[in-house]
């Protein structure tokens, strides 16, 4: 399976007064990681709008905040997909620092028509490059 990975630094912007990255932040890691993975698919978010009139948005995600992330710190977000449906791709997350996972999160992502605002299915193109990544 295709194991995205993207940087990530943790600026102080990231963090509380201790240096601990906030848990919200944890979120915007998460999201960028699923951007440019689509955007290595060459599905950048203009062009799912521009072509398609669809978006991907978050249906539901499980977060486990292991071990903190602190100022400073050079981690990576490892990002792969473990399930495709109809309207729906499933994705698991991890933060790592070195060796060390410091976070972990599944997400569901939906296919929404953004003219309707509803559920579509993947269209052919996106769900093939899709699972080419995936069975890669």
Do not use: W
């Not at 240096?19 to 599905?43: K, Q, S, W």
């Not at 978006?55 to 100022?71: G, H, T």
């Not at 976070?103 to 996106?126: D, F, H, Q």
């Amino acid at each position: 399976m295709m194991v995205e990975k993207f940087p990530v630094r943790i600026y102080f912007e990231d963090t509380d007064a201790g240096g601990v990255v906030y848990h919200a932040r944890y979120l915007h890691f998460f999201e960028r990681a699923r951007t440019e993975y689509l955007r290595h698919l060459d599905f950048s978010q203009q062009r799912l709008i521009d072509e398609f009139d669809l978006a991907f948005v978050v249906k539901k995600m499980d977060i486990d905040f292991i071990f903190p992330a602190r100022l400073d710190d050079a981690l990576e977000v490892e990002t792969e997909i473990t399930e495709i449906r109809g309207a729906s791709i499933f994705f698991n997350q991890r933060l790592v620092r070195d060796e060390t996972v410091l976070c972990t999160a599944t997400v569901i992502i939906a296919c929404v028509n953004l003219s309707k605002m509803k559920p579509v299915p993947l269209p052919s193109t996106i769900k093939d490059a899709l699972l080419n990544a995936h069975s890669a």
